[in-house]
């Protein structure tokens, strides 16, 4: 079943938003998972998306919206909104339910629900801890950023005005919960009346409490779980271990892959192959399965689209690092204009100029040298304060380690994909070289 729930946060660092999204936390602490050297772990598994917004710009564009129209400055005030759709653990197995159609799903129910707000959608495929069942987070600036229609859950004519904030209201509530009973109803997948209260429902606080207290103790906790495999259940042996690659699959490639695993699985193969190297074949069929991917050439072109968004993502990147490097050779100029302008002030005043030039040449030089730079710069005599300049390096960094980000996510993503294709390609290959032999032996015959 899917499940919706909601909480607010009045922490003014949009930022950390993203961050939660991008990177591992603990699903007790909520702090973020470190490596060894203790830096921050990202997420392998996500979609990530905005809507009325740049998804890694958008602390930033949150910021200027709220200085915009002077809302969300006080600390008691709440800053965003955090929905999460966490749907059933079965949608995955009985649905075909991938994180790219939850991701679509998300997107749906976001622009239908929240229209108008800076919007994140990000999609988790690894659920709580690692349980597995996917979740669709949606986090959204409190202020609205552009006018909207009036809906059928609108009250008041401020609910569909830029400027104001998000109400969440009875009304909202109830439509919200049947959007989602109708997505779900519409794709088929596990649902129950979310209309109807459960005599034995508990609150998301007492639940993560239960589970906080059964880590404590160490004993069995509440589960959310739908992996497709118990990894526990496997021995020593490898033919036990492929028995478990042919789960039920409708994806051309996924049977193709089935196909060539049971092939091989004559007792002289599962002693030659090493447990690794099955471990191995078996997260690739997983991931092609919850990819979606139907034949070889799909997966070959999803790797060719990201590859081409990788390029793009670089080239943005250096053109943002060259104006963030243009930028500081500008401030750096201003600086020396600045800081020496006093000096050259008291030579146009002096008596005796040539010597007052001599006894401070170095920094009239320099003063003269920023004054050269910055006229070429700006012919128009529109020199920017400090104050100016450093709002903008300011504005550039945030940009550049947004576009960082993003290159470093398409970057693995890359390299994810590439391992996928060799992965899938050293499991067919065995049967594809069986088949062309086949081939020559019946050229010859003919």
Partial sequence: MAILKHGTSKNANYGDALTYLLF?????????????SGNMVRRRDYILD????????YAEECRELNERFRKNQKPDEVKAHHYIISFDPLDQSECGLTGEKAQQLGLEFAKKNFPGHQTLVCTHMDGHNGSGNIHVHIIFNSLRKLDIEPQEFTEKPCDCK??????QTRSLLTHMQKSLMEICEREGLHQVDLLTPSENKISEREYWAIRRQAELNKQPEIKESNAEFDYSIFGDSPPDYIEVFFLKSDLRLVIDLQNNVKAQQSRAYAQKVKLTNLKQMANTIIYVQQHGYETRDSLQDSYNEILAKRIEAKKELRATEDKLKDINEVIRYMGQYLSNKKVFGEMLNAKNKKKFRESHLSEIETYETAVRFLKGRYPDGKIPSMKALQQEKQSLTIRRDAKQSSYNYLYDYTQELKTVCANVDAILKPQQEKEVKKTKQQEISY
């Fill in 24 to 36: 591992e936390h603990d699903g007790f602490t909520m702090k973020p998972v470190l490596d060894e």
């Fill in 50 to 57: 905005g809507i009325n917004c740049d998804p890694f710009t």
């Fill in 162 to 167: 830029a400027g104001f904030k998000h109400h």
